[in-house]
């Protein structure tokens, strides 16, 4: 994995679930940063993320942000996506960034590259790609504590079956996102615009 001195890297989590946030994280590695402990947040286990989420805050200057489900109804999910990632990179304040994917993030006072599967090719990203998502797993863990009937502890807010049962049988709650299809249709009256789920 390479390692880009002075270049930050902006990644997210979240945008496939239908609850809670988009999480997104900007960070920048330091030289001497064991780089062993990064790779895409999606080929870790919980317990070697959360071993290089510590690493990372203890060691590395990042900002993180989030898009909540009102954002994420009123804009639609990608542009909620691209506004905290820009929100991360500006906090951080550097002038170039590597951003994951394939979409540039508006305004967000720097130089961007894009790079497709960047988590698993650039060290930054890698680490912003962690940042986010054991961020967005925490806070829909301790959601799950105020919204027990719906399992946010094991599915995150992803659509598995055992989510839908749950949102047909209780309907939404204030964390879901009442634009993406399966939300929607549990309360029709919700008025949308933009591209959905």
């Not at 930054?124 to 301790?142: G, H, N, Q």
Request: some cysteine.
């Amino acid at each position: 994995m390479e390692l880009t001195p002075g270049i930050a890297g902006a990644d997210e989590a979240g945008r496939g679930p239908l609850a809670g946030p988009v999480v997104a994280a900007a960070a920048l590695v330091p030289h001497d940063f064991q780089v062993r402990l990064l790779n895409d947040s999606k080929k870790l286990d919980a317990a070697a993320r959360e071993t290089a989420f510590l690493a990372i805050t203890e060691q590395c200057h990042f900002e993180i942000e989030f898009a909540w489900p009102e954002e994420i109804d009123r804009i639609n999910i990608l542009r909620a996506s691209l506004a905290a990632i820009s929100r991360a990179i500006a906090r951080l304040g550097v002038s170039a960034c590597i951003v994951d994917g394939n979409q540039h993030p508006p305004a967000c006072g720097c130089v961007t590259t894009t790079a497709v599967k960047g988590d698993g090719k650039y060290a930054v990203v890698a680490a912003a790609s962690i940042l986010a998502k054991v961020s967005r797993d925490r806070y829909m863990t301790e959601q799950a504590e105020l919204y027990p009937q719906y399992g946010f502890d094991r599915h995150f807010g992803y659509p598995t079956p055992d989510h839908l049962i749950a949102l047909r049988t209780h309907g939404a709650c204030p964390i879901h996102r009442r634009s993406f299809q399966p939300v929607r249709d549990t309360d029709p009256s919700f008025a949308v615009q933009g591209t959905l789920f």
